[in-house]
């Protein structure tokens, strides 16, 4: 076992294990139409952020990172690190957990900033989880991959990809795994957030960096898409709130309130199981997602 530091250790033996195992049957499953690799640092601290779009891509995220030279390190929930035989595992692979319910909000990414200092490749999904926008748009994101760039000076690599829709919907629970699917993939060079360094971390300079990083992430992916973006990110937040503006328009006594929540039962039915929320972002930050497994 290396032990680089209390909060960040990994297992070799492991690893080598998930790359025998996983490496050839992920290059089995996707066809690859990648790009951008030479942006990725060879090695040393920092936060590979893409798009989300379906829970495949993280597996073809994996693999874009391995293959740029570096492992891949995705944040999970504290609480799956505490479950027999699945937490050891995905802690010797070096995985690293958001802790949530803390009231310092630093404390929360204290391990992914441990990782980092480490040179752990970290990566980050701004959004927290699948992109709810109808045409898969990345949407409105959380303000942790700000708050790790900053507090660790780390850089940024935005990274956009489009074809893992096609592999597996969100939603769907059945992968459509022949004919093989092509992932496109892109990634850009280091989001420029010198502005923000050194400032102090205010929600106004965290929201601000959040945006910085997102539009490098919807640039690349409209080049892949060859199609132009929304101008206003999609914010499911605001569209909850309209859809409830307007059942109360329309029944303002209120009888069709429990049944008329489709933003709420689209999110809640489409993930029985609350992977979405519970791998990606259970704090709210816009910390990650779980890798493979």
């Not at 798009?51 to 799956?80: C, M, Q, W």
């Not at 992914?112 to 701004?126: D, F, K, P, S």
């Not at 699917?181 to 990634?187: F, G, P, Q, S």
């Not at 999110?267 to 199981?273: K, L, N, R, V």
Request: glycine share 8%.
């Amino acid at each position: 076992m290396r032990q680089a530091d209390p909060g960040y250790t990994y297992s070799r033996a492991w690893r080598l294990v998930s790359i025998i195992i996983l490496r050839p049957l992920l290059r089995l499953l996707m066809k690859r139409d990648w790009a951008g690799q030479e942006n990725i640092p060879r090695s040393g601290g920092m936060i590979l952020a893409p798009n989300h779009i379906s829970y495949a891509d993280v597996l073809a995220t994996a693999l874009f990172s391995y293959e740029a030279g570096r492992y891949p390190v995705f944040l999970a929930k504290d609480s799956l690190f505490k479950i027999k035989v699945l937490g050891p595992i995905v802690r010797k692979l070096g995985q690293l957990p958001v802790h949530r319910g803390q009231a310092d909000a630093a404390l929360v990414l204290k391990d992914a900033e441990q990782g980092i200092a480490q040179g752990a490749c970290v990566i980050v999904y701004a959004e927290a989880t699948c992109t709810r926008d109808p045409d898969l748009w990345p949407m409105t994101a959380k303000t942790g991959v700000a708050r790790l760039a900053l507090s660790t000076g780390a850089p940024v690599i935005p990274l956009a990809h489009w074809g893992a829709q096609n592999i597996l919907p969100y939603g769907s629970k059945r992968p459509r795994l022949f004919p093989r699917k092509t992932i496109h993939m892109v990634a850009g060079p280091p989001v420029d957030l010198s502005e923000f360094r050194g400032k102090p971390l205010t929600a106004a300079t965290l929201r601000a960096a959040t945006e910085a990083v997102m539009r490098d992430i919807t640039e690349l992916l409209a080049g892949l898409r060859g199609e132009q973006p929304p101008a206003v990110p999609y914010d499911p937040v605001a569209e909850r709130r309209r859809l409830r503006r307007e059942m109360t328009a329309a029944d303002p006594a209120g009888t069709a309130q429990s049944t008329a929540d489709p933003a709420g039962t689209a999110q809640s039915t489409a993930d029985p199981a609350g992977t979405a929320q519970s791998t990606a972002d259970p704090a709210g930050t816009g910390s990650g997602t779980a890798g493979p497994g």
